[in-house]
């Protein structure tokens, strides 16, 4: 029997079956599922914290290696079938939540940690949520080593884009960390198929950038309008004057004709602290944590997945 008739059977026992809006596609191949973890480096002090377990597919294999595995689920629906898949496994806890809304701080310390233990972060999430994750988890008082996520390999390859390509998903995401696209996957190796191909990136947190509530204002007014200007972008989007934004932009050796796509993770944040220190602190756009979207991408806001797009 294939992986994917057992995932299907296991499913449909307990009268289930994938959601789509969920983004349920699970993984069907155990290499690929031992390869995964293999790139979070799980070391046996580390807590491993899973977003969206799903049936189990990573949860086994995070378990082998980490001290603790927290693996936050959302689909109450599924708790019974992860928890009799697991119940041989006894450093496992199985949280039904939505991860979004999980105070990492809490659930790390009711794991036995504290601020200082070494946390990895693995997930394969609808893609929409991506950068509003890692923005959560990184911006949480614990001590993130790495994040491994899957997702649609068209959203890992902006998330690693360089200056030149960037979006607004790609800052949302290198201000935190320098991401890598580790390996690519064929819709083969998830149950239901996804009708496109998949990738796993790691993010390695790096240093704390300052003001990134500003730095995020600046850049959803640099990425609204599709290829202008910097110096327009910032002022119809923060309602700044033109001479204000070009003495903003100077000041931070930034040339006011540039787009944003080509601004680099050190030009944003130098440009973030000039804005702070001219008394712009108070955010003028309509904030929202989500920064998949831009006006490159509007179309990503109504497609629902991750490596998902097949109901069974
Ligand atoms: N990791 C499993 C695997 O590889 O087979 C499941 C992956 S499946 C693509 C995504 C999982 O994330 C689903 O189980 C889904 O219910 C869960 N999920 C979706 N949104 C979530 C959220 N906001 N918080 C927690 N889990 C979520």
């Known amino acids: 029997m294939s992986n ?4 299907k059977n296991k499913l449909r026992s307990v009268g289930l079956a994938p959601r789509k809006s969920l983004g349920q596609n699970f993984l069907s191949d155990d290499d690929v599922a031992r390869k995964i973890v293999r ?17 189990g597919a990573l949860t086994r294999h995070l378990a082998q290696f980490a001290r603790h595995v927290i693996a936050i689920e959302i689909d109450r629906n599924l708790i019974p079938l992860l928890e009799q898949e697991l119940s041989d496994v006894t450093n496992v806890t199985i949280l039904q939540a939505d991860a979004l809304e999980v105070d990492y701080a809490r659930v790390i310390r009711e ?83 996804p009708e496109i191909d998949s990738a796993v990136v790691r993010i390695i947190p790096q240093g704390r950038i ?21 110096r327009n972008t910032i002022s119809a989007g923060l309602r700044i004057a033109k001479p204000d934004v070009d003495e903003l932009l100077n000041g931070a050796n930034i040339d006011p004709t540039r787009r944003a796509e080509t601004l680099s993770i050190p030009e944003w944040a130098h440009l973030a602290d000039n804005y702070v220190s001219h008394g712009y602190s108070i955010a003028r756009t309509k904030r929202s944590d989500n920064l998949e979207s831009d006006s490159d991408n509007n179309s990503d806001v109504a497609e629902p997945n991750t490596a998902n797009s097949t109901e069974a």
């Open 4 to 7: 994917s008739t057992t995932i």
């Open 39 to 55: 790139f979070a480096g799980i070391k046996p002090t580390d807590i491993a914290v899973e977003i969206g377990p799903g049936i």
């Open 111 to 193: 794991a036995g940690g504290d601020e200082t233990t070494p946390v990895r972060v693995v997930g394969n999430l609808p893609y929409y949520i991506t950068s509003m994750m890692i923005r959560r988890i990184l911006e949480s008082h614990i001590n993130t080593q790495a994040v491994v996520l899957t997702v649609q390999l068209e959203v890992a390859e902006r998330m690693t884009a360089l200056p030149g390509d960037m979006s607004l998903l790609a800052v949302g995401v290198q201000v935190y960390g320098k991401p890598e696209l580790l390996m690519k996957l064929d819709p083969s190796v998830f149950y239901p198929q």
């Open 210 to 230: 300052e003001h990134t509530v500003e730095l995020f204002d600046l850049a959803r007014a640099g990425f609204s309008q599709k290829r202008k200007q910097m």
